[in-house]
Nanobody, 115 residues
C-alpha cells in the first residue's frame, strides 16, 4: 500500500504562484514515477506533469514553461511549482503513482485562481 497526501492548495489571484506538495509513505520502494493530475467538474482528468525516480520530468503542453515538477527522494515528497497562474488552472490537484500494477491517489488539494 502507498499513501499519498497533498498539501499547498489555496485561493490565489491571477499571475500569482503556488507550490503543491505530495508526501508519499508506505510501500514506496520500486516506484518508477509519480504524477500530478488535475480535475474540474465536467472535464476529463488531465495529466499535468510526471517525474521519474531518476528525476526526468514531463509536462502537459498546457502548462509547459509555467509549472515545474520536482522531488526530494530523501523526504519522499514530490512538488509542483506553479507560476503565472490563470483561472484555467483552477482545479483539484491530485498526485498519483503506480506500484506493482496498482494505482494510488491522494485525496487532492483545491487550487482556485480568481480575482
Amino acid at each position: 500500500q502507498v499513501q499519498l497526501v497533498e498539501s499547498g492548495g489555496g485561493l490565489v489571484q491571477p499571475g500569482e504562484s503556488l507550490r503543491l506538495s505530495c508526501a508519499a509513505s508506505g510501500s514506496i520502494l520500486g516506484i518508477y514515477a509519480m504524477s500530478w493530475y488535475r480535475q474540474t467538474p465536467g472535464k476529463q482528468r488531465e495529466l499535468v506533469a510526471r517525474i521519474t525516480s531518476g528525476g526526468d520530468p514531463n509536462y502537459a503542453d498546457s502548462v509547459k514553461g509555467r509549472i515545474t515538477i520536482s522531488s526530494n527522494n530523501a523526504k519522499n515528497t514530490m512538488y509542483l511549482q506553479m507560476n503565472s497562474l490563470t483561472p484555467d488552472d483552477t482545479a483539484v490537484y491530485c498526485c498519483n503513482t503506480i506500484r506493482t500494477g496498482a494505482q494510488y491517489w491522494g485525496q487532492g488539494t483545491q487550487v482556485t485562481v480568481s480575482s
